[in-house]
């Protein structure tokens, strides 16, 4: 299953994550407050859906999920590591497995700094500013934890 980051009730349950009353959302796109309500019944449904599904696919084994903030906490088989999945509204449907590993090395560090930065700020979380990402996924992950 995919998320439909370009649907209209995509769009309302990312405005809803962000603290915005379904009747705001309402009066801002002109509709029935049901409407909204409607749409983000049937959006929960297929985030949690596709959370579920990832956390599968991924053999992931699920601990704790929360649709409204689109993310599932749980534990990696394979790998025996914590994992989390979650949402983006930027870069879609996410799967991070904690790790301590040789950023400096790596050849993907900054596409990992982005990826925390702006999921923090799509969460609204203050970060301390490190250039680890061990470290700062370490620091999101948990303030999300508490959050979910």
Same mark, same amino acid.
Request: proline share 3%; hydrophobic share 40%.
């Given at each position: 299953m995919?998320?439909?980051?370009?649907d $209209?009730q995509?769009?309302f349950? $990312?405005l809803r994550?962000s603290?915005?009353?379904?009747?705001?959302?309402a009066?801002?796109?002109?509709i029935?407050k049901?409407a909204v309500?409607?749409?983000l019944?049937?959006?929960d449904?297929?985030?949690?859906?596709?959370?579920?599904?990832?956390a599968?696919?991924n053999?992931?084994e699920?601990?704790?999920i929360n649709?409204?903030?689109?993310?599932l906490?749980?534990?990696s088989?394979?790998?025996?590591?914590?994992a989390?999945?979650f949402v983006?509204?930027k870069?879609?449907?996410?799967?991070?497995?904690?790790h301590?590993?040789?950023c400096g090395?790596c050849?993907?560090y900054?596409?990992?700094i982005?990826?925390?930065?702006?999921f923090?700020?799509?969460m609204?979380? $203050?970060l301390?500013?490190?250039d680890?990402?061990?470290?700062?996924a370490?620091?999101?992950?948990? $303030?999300?934890?508490?959050?979910a």
């Open positions: 995919f998320l439909p980051l370009n $209209k995509f769009e349950w $990312k994550r603290g915005i009353l379904s009747i705001d959302i009066r801002l796109f002109n029935s049901q309500s409607k749409a019944l049937t959006m449904e297929r985030i949690e859906k596709t959370l579920l599904e990832m599968r696919a053999q992931i699920v601990e704790k649709t409204g903030r689109g993310i906490f749980g534990h088989v394979p790998f025996n590591a914590s989390i999945i983006s509204a870069l879609g449907m996410q799967v991070w497995y904690k301590e590993g040789n090395a050849t993907r900054a596409q990992c982005e990826l925390l930065w702006d923090a700020d799509e609204k979380i $203050k301390e500013k490190t680890d990402p061990t470290k700062l370490d620091e999101l992950f948990e $303030k999300l934890r508490r959050m």
